[in-house]
């Protein structure tokens, strides 16, 4: 998850969803997750403090802020032996797709093609990066 000042993902160079300040979330899916831990993470990514407060620190929630989510397997992708990775950890698409627009719905987020080659743009808002699992 990255907060960002805007992000837009293309799908064969045509912009199919486009953001200004808020989250970009690059979702990857595992054999054991489920409709449950889809809602938990939901539901944490909504709430974490991520935004300034009028004193400038680290203390509101999304709010009103938009939110783009990409569904990325590759963040399963396992390279500890070899040069070439393994994606076995990452879900199929018949268990992935459905739990993706899960999250999206809950959330209320946009976002990109399942299963499409993408090509997501963002510009950062500030050094925040976070690496969640429910």
Do not use: W
């Not at 979330?25 to 997750?33: E, Q, R």
């Not at 938990?40 to 990514?45: F, H, I, P, T, W």
């Not at 680290?58 to 569904?71: A, H, I, Q, T, W």
């Not at 992708?77 to 809950?106: M, T």
């Amino acid at each position: 998850m990255q907060r960002v000042s805007r992000a837009e993902v293309r799908v064969d160079g045509e912009i199919v969803a486009r953001i200004g300040p808020g989250l970009l979330v690059l979702l990857g899916i595992t054999h054991d997750d489920d409709a449950a831990r889809a809602d938990r993470l939901a539901d944490k990514v909504r709430a974490l403090r991520v935004f300034a407060d009028a004193e400038g620190r680290m203390n509101e929630p999304l709010g009103e802020r938009e939110v783009l989510c990409v569904s990325q397997f590759t963040l399963y992708g396992d390279a500890r032996r070899g040069n070439r990775p393994s994606y076995v950890a990452a879900a199929p698409g018949s268990v992935a797709e459905p739990l993706y627009e899960r999250f999206r719905a809950r959330l209320g987020a946009q976002g990109g093609v399942f299963g499409a080659a993408m090509a997501v743009e963002l510009v950062n808002d500030g050094p925040v990066t976070l690496l969640l699992e429910a």
